[in-house]
C-alpha cells in the first residue's frame, strides 16, 4: 500500500463513520517524521473512538498497523501514527481549539470527497 493508498483508506474509514470535513494535509515539505496528515470532525467522543476504531481495523485489514495511538480514553482527540500518515480524530471544539490546518498552515490541503 502507497502511502497515498493509506491517506485515501484512512479517509475512507473515517467517512464510514459520519466523520465531518476530512481533509488531508501534505506534510512532506514541513515535516521529516511523516508526509501526511488526515484530519477529521466528530460530535461526541464516542464517535470519535468510533472513527478511531474504523480506521484502526481498516487499515490492520490491509495489513498495516499503527506505531502509536493516543488519546482513546478521553476520545477528544485521538491520534493514530501510521509513520508515514497520522490520522487526527477530534471532536468539533478541539480540532478548533489546536486549529492544526493554521499552525501548519503552508501544508498543501485537499478535501475528501466520498
Not at 13 to 36: G, N, Q
Amino acid at each position: 500500500m502507497t502511502i497515498e493508498e493509506m491517506s485515501q483508506a484512512v479517509c475512507k474509514a473515517a467517512s464510514d463513520k459520519k466523520a465531518r470535513d476530512i481533509v488531508v494535509m501534505d506534510m512532506r515539505e514541513l515535516s521529516p517524521s511523516t508526509d501526511y496528515f488526515v484530519v477529521c470532525s466528530a460530535n461526541t467522543a464516542t464517535q470519535v473512538r468510533a472513527i478511531a476504531d474504523s480506521i484502526e481495523e481498516q487499515l490492520q485489514e490491509a495489513g498495516v498497523d499503527f506505531f502509536h495511538k493516543e488519546g482513546y480514553r478521553e476520545g477528544e482527540w485521538v491520534l493514530l501514527d501510521y509513520g508515514d500518515v497520522v490520522a487526527h480524530v477530534f471532536m468539533q471544539e478541539a480540532r478548533e481549539y489546536y486549529a492544526l490546518e493554521q499552525l501548519w498552515g503552508d501544508a498543501k490541503l485537499s478535501v475528501y470527497e466520498d
